[in-house]
Structures are given as C-alpha cells and as structure tokens.
C-alpha cells in the first residue's frame, strides 16, 4: 500500500497557547470511500468488466485490468509557535480499461474522497496516475453530482433507450490540467455511455 505525503503549511495563531502554555493534539480525519459510495459505482468490485464501444461500424474492446486501491494524506501544520498537525487521509478507487483500438485504447475511471470534497469525487482520464490527486480539484466531479438524476442535462441513444447523464471534460493526470480532447457521457447505473476521444465519438454496446 502506497502514501503519498504532501505537506501544506498553513500559519494560524493559537492566542490561547501562549496563556495555557498548551497546545492542540494532533488530529486525524479520515476521508475513505464508504459502502454507500461503492454501491454507486457500476463496474465489479474486481474492476474485471469488459466494455463494449461502437463508432460509425468500428468497434473498440476494453478490458477492465483490475480494481486499484491507493491511499493518501495531506499533513497541515497549524503554527511554529503552538505546533499542532492535522492529518487528512484519503482513499482513492482505479478503475482502468484498456484495448487494442487505436483510437480507444486506455481510460481510467478515479472516485476518492478529500478534504476538497468530503462527500465524493471522480474524473476521468487516459492514464493511471495516483500522483494526480496532489494537486488541484478543480475539475474533480463531486460523485453526488455524478449519482444525481436530475442534474442530468445530457443524453445518448443506444438501441431503442435514451439514456441521460452528465458530460464531464477528462483530466491529463499529474498536472491537473482540463482534457478537452476527452468527453465523457456518465451515469451512475451504467458508467461511461459515451466516450468523445480526439473528436471521435464511441457510444456504449450492451
């Protein structure tokens, strides 16, 4: 099991400390993925499922490659005059797919947990990067968000059924930078409807 360590110092002033001569205890808070949050997710716990994309008569297969689990934390020292440190511990889920299309031949599903985002989080992007949750979330896609019905202003036809989701831009890994060369058409029951890659769309084969 990996850690990732990033260090914030922030600069609060405990007035109390100096009068008491005390200073706060070390804290830890815990950010997992809950069970509830595990029930939204589409794909097998084993992270094994096979996928099926379609696009103008090309097909493209991708094979889930496992389930990955990582954990990290981020380390806030409050002052140098009253030391005190919180730990914020994360989770975070993989979900990898992988095939031999060139055109579609990797993509990675994250959901985690944050002090950013307490309640959930998950993007997409075409690598697997554990490195990536250390910087920025401004294009992280609260799970809530993703898991609600209503919010749902997108949709794709597959067969007979139009299917609604959330269009959500992927993101490039380490650098947090937005992918705007990557769409994803989410829903919460049945995962990536729709893929947009290089401006080549991929819809979903059930």
Known sequence: MNKIILLIFIPVFFVGCKKHNTCPEDSHYPYYITESDLTKI?????????????????????YGTGSKRDFAYHIYETSMACPSVDYNDYEILYYTFKGNHPNLS?????????????????????????????????????????????????????????????????????????????????????????????????????
Not at 140 to 152: Q, V
Request: positive net charge; aromatic residues 16%; glycine residues 10%.
């Open 42 to 62: 589409p794909y097998q716990k084993d992270g094994l499922d096979t996928l099926i994309y379609t696009s103008n008569g090309d097909t493209a297969i991708l």
């Open 106 to 206: 990797i993509i990675t599903c994250h959901y985690q947990r944050s002090f950013f985002a307490p309640s959930g989080q998950g993007y997409f992007s075409r690598n697997f990067s554990k490195y990536s949750i250390m910087r920025g979330n401004n294009y992280r896609y609260d799970t809530n968000t993703l898991n609600d019905t209503t919010l749902y202003a997108d949709s794709v036809l597959i067969g007979n059924f139009l299917y609604k989701g959330i269009s959500a831009k992927g993101r490039k890994g380490p650098a947090e930078d937005i992918d705007n060369s990557l769409i994803v058409l989410y829903n919460y029951q049945y995962g990536m409807l729709r893929i947009i890659d290089n401006g080549k769309t991929w819809v979903r084969k059930f």
